[in-house]
């Protein structure tokens, strides 16, 4: 009998094991994966580092604290299997989904993907990610949805990743919120999404039926705060605006109208005054821009990019402007800033006044459709 979905997460995450590499990576790179260290902290003793291309790095518990307090949260761990046990074992998780009532999650990397300047070995890497993704969806293939990354510098390997990954039961692609900035799991491409440089990508995605997805916690524009958590979190979910607006006012969703676009964790609130917005700007600058659509930008918007939220009244409160079709939910498991295990808590709180059908659209069912379940 085929699964019944009510809740959908398209937006939870997993924290591979750092051994991970060890295994992954393919023998010429080996000697130089991510090895862990032990170093001594000032205030909490030893603790485990990653180290890589020189650099060392503690492990970030805020993807890895699911259910505990704000108060208790720590930023660095002692060592890494002092976090939930879910981000990196899918036997362990599944009773954590369970516990939490969700059906089905699409999951996103934390932020393993290490920055290098050689491109031979970020190709490596985003592949033995990959491919430990795609063995970790393999538990639950019905239940655990994986979005894979790409090496974005090159359209055409890019494309080829995302049908290899396909034919392995991953079901989306990440890309870069803004492809001019470096991130741990890509290098900087100095072409916007109208450029031609990517057109083997949409194409691709468009034969496979692959959502492309954008993932807020990617930085912020002004690099001084890249590493401010609170402006971090606060700014990186409407600097999405920028890409959307890309793909629906310069043709990219037009020419290629079977592309689908995910803005995941940004929340939805702030894209009530954006779709709307497009459309005025459109009207108002499109004659001595030079910019032709043969529909208004909230048409290919509504068509083609959704949004996911983890509380978000606002956005569910001008769901009618913003779309019901384009709203979808997410928990962040096993992120500190997530709901878990209050989900449905949260979700009741969210959901009071919102007729059944919407309701059911927004928790599972619009994900249902895009992702093929």
């Excluded at 094991?17 to 000032?42: Q, S």
């Excluded at 720590?74 to 362990?92: N, Q, T």
């Excluded at 490596?124 to 019905?142: E, K, V």
Aim: charge should be negative; glycine fraction near 8%.
């Amino acid at each position: 009998m085929a699964r019944q979905y009510q809740r959908i997460s398209v937006g939870s995450h997993v924290n591979p094991l750092p051994t991970m590499w060890a295994e992954y990576l393919p023998a010429k790179f080996r000697d130089r994966a991510p090895k862990v260290v032990l170093r001594n902290h000032p205030r909490r003793g030893e603790v485990e580092m990653l180290s890589f291309e020189g650099r060392e790095m503690p492990f970030n518990f805020i993807s890895a604290d699911a259910g505990v307090s704000s108060e208790d949260a720590e930023p660095v761990g002692l060592k890494f299997s002092d976090g939930r046990r879910g981000g990196y074992d899918p036997v362990a998780r599944l009773p954590d989904m369970d516990r939490d009532g969700v059906d089905a999650e699409v999951l996103f990397d934390g932020v393993t993907m290490l920055v290098t300047p050689d491109r031979e070995l970020k190709f490596a890497m985003i592949q033995a990610y990959n491919n430990w993704l795609i063995d970790f969806c393999r538990t639950a293939p019905d239940r655990l949805l994986g979005a894979a990354y790409l090496p974005v510098w090159d359209a055409a390997l890019a494309a080829a990743e995302a049908e290899r990954c396909r034919k392995q039961g991953l079901r989306g692609v990440v890309i870069p919120t803004i492809p001019g900035i470096e991130t741990p799991y890509s290098m900087p491409v100095s072409h916007q999404y109208n450029h031609p440089h990517w057109v083997p990508l949409w194409h691709k995605l468009e034969e496979l039926e692959m959502p492309a997805h954008f993932h807020v916690d990617l930085g912020t524009l002004a690099k001084e705060f890249y590493t401010d958590t609170i402006i971090l979190m606060i700014a990186n979910k409407s600097m999405v605006s920028e890409p959307i607006a890309v793909f629906c006012c310069t043709g990219v969703l037009e020419r290629h109208p079977k592309l689908k676009i995910v803005s995941v964790e940004s929340g939805v609130g702030w894209m009530a005054f954006t779709v709307p917005w497009m459309d005025l700007t459109f009207e108002r600058h499109k004659h001595y821009t030079g910019y032709e659509l043969k529909e208004k930008p909230s048409f290919y918007f509504h068509r083609q990019v959704y949004g996911t939220y983890i509380q978000d009244m606002t956005g569910i409160r001008n769901r009618d402007i913003i779309g019901v079709g384009n709203i979808m939910w997410c928990n962040d498991y096993p992120h500190v800033d997530g709901i878990w295990p209050r989900s449905a808590e949260s979700i009741e709180e969210h959901m009071q006044g919102v007729p059944a059908d919407e309701r059911h659209a927004i928790l599972a069912g619009n994900a249902v459709k895009l992702y093929g379940l």
